[in-house]
């Protein structure tokens, strides 16, 4: 089989499974890759979940975000099943797969791969950022050493500078291309966050982070896992 059937096979198995978008990335000499090439998908986080978000997440979007990571494992899981078939070696980096380590960071993170796969770049909130759905997505990864079709990597940001977003007086705008969405997946017509004014209680707001919010969230997030756990 070409590569490029390969790719098409891929990518419709991946679409099938959710994925709004599927890229791939050369990753010959990038730290942490354990294979050359890497398949990254795309899946959007529901538009009525995402865009009531103000200054932490709700319950829906906690339920939806699990839903979502489950069926990311099981894509990545099943993707790699698919290529090792066609006689490649292939690993889905889950959890089970690709252990963090002590600091839990992983020696891969997802939005390197889909950066080099040309699906986005990386905000200034640290996230990845993408022309169609700006940060409102979930990834999945695979490591493969077969031999895709790789995309034209973004390895920069395309958001230009400004000031905090809970500062009172509203920064410039990101001057990302026209078209672009901002995080809660509204389009604008003229620049990617037109349409998005800072709040003082906004997470994160062109292209940036608010400290105090998102250390807010952060508690309350972990506040909630440990009431979870304690039943």
Known sequence: MDRQTLAQEITQYLTEQ???RVGFADLHGVTG???PYGITALVALPREIVGP????PHRAYYDAYQA???RLDAMAEGCAALLRTHGYQATANTEEHLPTGAEDRSPLPHKAVACRAGLGWIGKNNLLTTPDFGGAVRLCTVVTDAPLPTAEPILSSR????????????PPLCTAPCGTRDWTGTICSTTCCANAPPTAGSIALHGLINLISCAAMLFSS???NL????G
């Open 33 to 35: 890759a354990s294979l």
């Open 222 to 224: 972990f506040a909630e």
């Open 159 to 170: 958001c230009a500078a400004a000031e905090c977003a809970w500062m009172p007086v509203p």
């Open 53 to 56: 978000l103000v200054d932490q």
């Open 18 to 20: 959710g994925a709004v």
């Open 68 to 70: 979502i990571n489950v």
């Open 227 to 230: 009431v979870r756990s304690l």
